[in-house]
């Protein structure tokens, strides 16, 4: 059993910065591709970007440029630096490990 426990969301005005982090509970966090999903009220979960086990990374349209996916592995750790936030971006935030395991989320509250 994985545990995945996410941190770092919070109320931040349009055009600031924050960091998630998602904590993961294995042996097998160095050899996994890991996510970061979104979801906002009333809508369903969406990919926001994924690092594979080797770097490669990957994100949805309306973030790039503005976040960042990244992971240290002698952490157990993935990452989401998210710049210039926007209201839109406001959603509960899920960390994914491999293709099964999600975190509890950390909510994202982006201000006007």
């Known amino acids: 059993q994985v545990q995945l426990v996410e941190s770092g969301g919070g109320l931040v005005q349009a055009g600031g910065s924050l960091r998630l982090s998602c904590l993961a509970s294995t042996t097998r966090f160095s050899i996994n591709p890991m996510a970061w999903y979104r979801q906002a009220p009333g809508k369903q979960r969406g990919l926001v970007a994924s690092?594979?086990?080797?770097?490669?990374?990957n994100y949805v349209d309306s973030v790039k440029g503005r976040f960042t996916i990244s992971r240290d592995n002698t952490k157990k750790t993935v990452y989401l630096q998210m710049n210039s936030l926007k209201p839109e971006d406001t959603a509960v935030y899920y960390c994914l490990f491999g293709m099964n395991y999600w975190g509890k989320g950390t909510l994202v509250t982006v201000s006007a």
């Open positions: 690092i594979t086990s080797g770097g490669t990374t």
